[in-house]
Nanobody, 119 residues
Framework: QVQLVESGGGLVQPGGSLRLSCAVSGSIFSINTMGWYRQAPGKQRDLVAAWRSGGSTNYADSVKGRFTISRDNAKNTVYLQMNSLKPEDTAVYYC?????????????WGQGTQVTVSS
């Protein structure tokens, strides 16, 4: 069974840093996309950053220059380094991944991890 395992998150003061990680566990052939979305209370879930096969990345305008997404291919893991955090970054962060496995295509969401930026 393919699943996503998230870690990281927590409470941090404004200006601080956190790193989120998300690993794909289980038997897969390839990963097409891995990324992070976030959802604040009462708002929709929005893309934060994504990594795509071939190495391209994209970021929400609100996090450009502060967040960096990277991937460890050997571990099928993606990281989100979040620096200069602001209170408006407070949200539940969800990992997303899609790709191919023995039974076909997979598209998965992680369980979500809370990030709170507050003094």
């Amino acid at each position: 069974q393919v699943q996503l395992v998230e870690s990281g998150g927590g409470l941090v003061q404004p200006g601080g840093s956190l790193r989120l990680s998300c690993a794909v566990s289980g038997s897969i052939f390839s990963i097409n996309t891995m990324g992070w979305y976030r959802q604040a209370p009462g708002k929709q879930r929005d893309l934060v950053a994504a990594w795509r096969s071939g190495g391209s990345t994209n970021y929400a305008d609100s996090v450009k220059g502060r967040f960096t997404i990277s991937r460890d291919n050997a571990k099928n893991t993606v990281y989100l380094q979040m620096n200069s955090l602001k209170p408006e970054d407070t949200a539940v962060y969800y990992c997303y991944a899609d790709g191919s496995r023995g039974s076909g295509w997979f598209s998965l969401w992680g369980q979500g991890t809370q990030v709170t930026v507050s003094s």
